[in-house]
């Protein structure tokens, strides 16, 4: 093993495995830490639970995930997380970051979420999404992790006690040798300018023999190169049968999937009230699924963030999304059971409790479905799943991804 990732939760572990598959590196993608031997691998990838727990927790998974790689000769690790840079005043990344860095050895840390493929920049500090400052995009509204502050110094020094330090796009425009030296001027974590993929791969070449990173998937674009890999596209050979579209996520872009969605295939809400007054529970809901004619119908819990903060305000923030988390896994759980054998899953909280329900293992890394997202073919069985961000894929998403999963397009 060459590179080893631990991410923050489970469509951005999909995410970063895609990126290393797509640049020819065998890539397994880990449903936590295994507890028995894994095929081998040039890089694997450990999707963690980690992003929303509290810091002591997300400190300690992140530290086994990291010996466990370490262990396995991985010579590189990267801190994988959320393009929209997704935390609280008290963490996570900051004090995983710290710690991982002490773990290892390593005195200056490069931090970047940049994925400008997914329209995800960080200029001056600042992370933008599209044109838009990440402050005003939508994810100021996130009903756990809002987003309120685009400059990511001040986010991350709020964090850390170490010191956060800039690499500006000037110093990264001028080459990987200029991005070297800013690095090593302090020990520190360094916010790192890059707008463009170019900029990435100026950024993986400055990484060479570095034992730590973070950053959102587009970090990766120029770590395999340093390997000596190449780029390359997975095969994916396509899972026959049922789906169902799962989706959590209350970001902009999957509610304008599901808008788009509902249209086209049978659908069923579940909203806050219903889930807390047991209106649905994860049998009647599979009762509807199995139902249903279409081939992939929706289930959702998506809402607008008006509804989203009256539900917290009247039943609790934990309380509401922890039921919600529990009806998904017992629903997938129950859906694999009776035969489905294609999901897709919007929302990183979402595929977290999808993947604990259909007891996943080990996912092979499969074709591209959207900017971000693999097909993924869980434990050798006849199950193919997508875990995908919410902010991820045009309005189609959902009909696209389950035609790819079918090996259809």
């Not at 685009?150 to 990264?172: C, E, I, K, N, S």
């Not at 974590?189 to 993929?197: E, G, L, N, P, R």
């Not at 529970?281 to 081939?295: G, K, L």
Request: hydrophobic residues 45%.
């Amino acid at each position: 093993m060459k590179i080893g990732v631990i991410a923050d939760d489970f469509t951005g572990a999909s995410d970063i495995a895609l990126t290393l598959a797509e640049a020819g590196m065998k890539t397994l993608l880990l449903a936590g830490i295994p507890e028995q031997e894994c095929p081998d691998c040039d890089a694997a990838v450990i999707s963690l639970k980690s992003r929303t727990a509290p810091v002591a927790e997300a400190v300690e998974q992140s530290l086994k995930a990291c010996d466990w790689l370490t262990d396995k000769g991985a010579g590189q690790i990267v801190f994988k997380v959320c393009s929209t840079f997704d935390s609280t005043e008290a963490g996570n990344i900051g004090p995983v970051v710290e710690a991982l860095a002490e773990r290892l050895g390593e005195t200056s840390v490069i931090v970047c979420p940049a994925f400008p493929e997914n329209g995800r920049s960080v200029y001056q500090g600042h992370l933008f999404v599209g044109d838009t400052l990440l402050s005003e995009s939508g994810m100021q509204n996130h009903p756990l992790t809002p987003m309120t502050d685009p400059d990511l110094r001040r986010v991350l020094g709020r964090q850390t006690g170490w010191p956060v330090a800039h690499v500006p796009f000037l110093t990264v425009s001028k080459g990987a040798a200029q991005v070297s030296d800013a690095l090593a001027a302090l020990r520190a974590m360094f916010i790192v300018d890059a707008i463009q993929d170019e900029d990435l791969h100026t950024i993986g070449t400055a990484a060479k023999g570095r034992k730590l990173l973070c950053g959102g998937s587009g970090i990766a674009l120029g770590l395999p190169l340093n390997f000596g890999f190449q780029p390359g596209s997975p095969s994916w050979a396509g899972v026959a049968g049922k789906g169902v579209v799962l989706s959590g996520s209350c970001s902009l872009a999957t509610r304008a999937q599901i808008s788009t969605y509902r249209d086209l295939t049978p659908s069923l809400e579940l909203t806050a009230d219903d889930v807390m007054n047991g209106t649905h529970t994860a049998q009647s809901a599979a009762d509807w699924v199995m139902a249903q004619s279409h081939d992939a119908p929706l289930v959702y819990s998506s809402a607008d963030p008006e509804a989203v903060k009256a539900a917290q305000e009247r039943y609790g923030r934990d309380v509401v999304a922890e039921r919600i988390e529990l009806l998904f896994r017992d629903l997938a759980a129950e859906l694999v059971g009776r035969g489905i054998a294609r999901i897709v899953s919007a929302g990183g909280e979402t595929s977290g409790a999808v993947v604990k329900g259909i007891g996943a293992g080990t996912l092979g890394v499969g074709g591209r479905l959207a900017a971000g997202v693999p097909a993924l073919r869980v434990d050798d069985r006849a199950l193919a799943i997508a875990l995908k961000s919410g902010n991820f894929g045009d309005k189609d998403f959902f009909t696209t991804a389950m035609a790819r999963l079918a090996g259809d397009q």
